[in-house]
Nanobody, 115 residues
């Protein structure tokens, strides 16, 4: 089993910054891909950014240039630095680890951006 715990969410004004963290524990295998996804009520969960074990990154076009994903594989920890936040970034943000064909999810952390 994989346990994922997100932290760092909260309320911020538009233009501000937040840094999310995801601590993974349990049965972590390599290779894996870690990522951040987000979801708002009534909408499907959408990809924000992913990062492979080798450091290759992928971003949604809506966050490219504003968000930066990173990971510390030795600590099984992932981060999402979010700058220039917009009200449309408001969502529950979920940590994901994809390994051996299985998606593992955290419980989510709320990010609210006020205008």
């Amino acid at each position: 089993q994989v346990q994922l715990v997100e932290s760092g969410g909260g309320l911020v004004q538009a233009g501000g910054s937040l840094r999310l963290s995801c601590a993974a524990s349990g049965s972590i295998f390599r290779p894996n891909v870690m990522g951040w996804y987000r979801q708002t009520p009534g909408k499907q969960r959408e990809l924000v950014a992913t990062i492979s074990g080798g450091g290759s990154t992928n971003y949604a076009s809506s966050v490219k240039g504003r968000f930066t994903i990173s990971r510390d594989s030795a600590k099984n920890t992932m981060y999402l630095q979010m700058n220039s936040l917009k009200p449309e970034d408001t969502a529950v943000y979920y940590c994901n680890v994809y390994q051996r064909g299985i998606n593992n999810w955290g419980q989510g952390t709320q990010v609210t951006v006020s205008s």
